[in-house]
């Protein structure tokens, strides 16, 4: 029964910025390290940010300083806020956990963000 929904995507302009959620169920959240991947049409799946349990966070090189990722444990939630965001940008972005009780990975089902160039 894990569950990971996305929301905030959508259309903006070069320069333009936009935050992303992942609301997480059925998993111990507090416990959980999460991520949020992209995928551009013919392009590999990569991780663009992630956070764990105790608030470190790691970026791919392409986002740092853009992007940031942060958690809200009561409300079970990660967020990516991107700003300054590039046409490169453009892809549906994933939310991400690993569960070790079930040694397995969860993905959310994509939020397509498109940057308008």
């Known amino acids: 029964q894990v569950q990971l929904v996305e929301s905030g995507g959508g259309l903006v302009q070069t320069g333009g910025s936009l935050r992303l959620s992942c609301v997480a169920s059925g998993i111990d959240f507090s416990i959980a390290t999460m991520g949020w991947y992209r995928q551009a049409p013919g392009k590999q799946r990569e991780l663009v940010a992630s956070?764990?349990?105790?608030?470190?966070?790691n970026y791919a090189d392409s986002v740092k300083g853009r992007f940031t990722i942060s958690r809200d444990n009561p409300k079970n939630t990660v967020y990516l806020q991107m700003n300054n965001l590039k046409p490169e940008d453009t892809a549906v972005y994933l939310c991400?956990?690993?569960?070790?009780?079930?040694?397995?990975?969860?993905w959310g089902q994509g939020t397509q963000i498109t940057i308008a160039s």
């Open positions: 991400h956990t690993y569960r070790p009780f079930t040694r397995r990975d969860y």
């Open positions: 956070i764990n349990t105790g608030g470190n966070t």
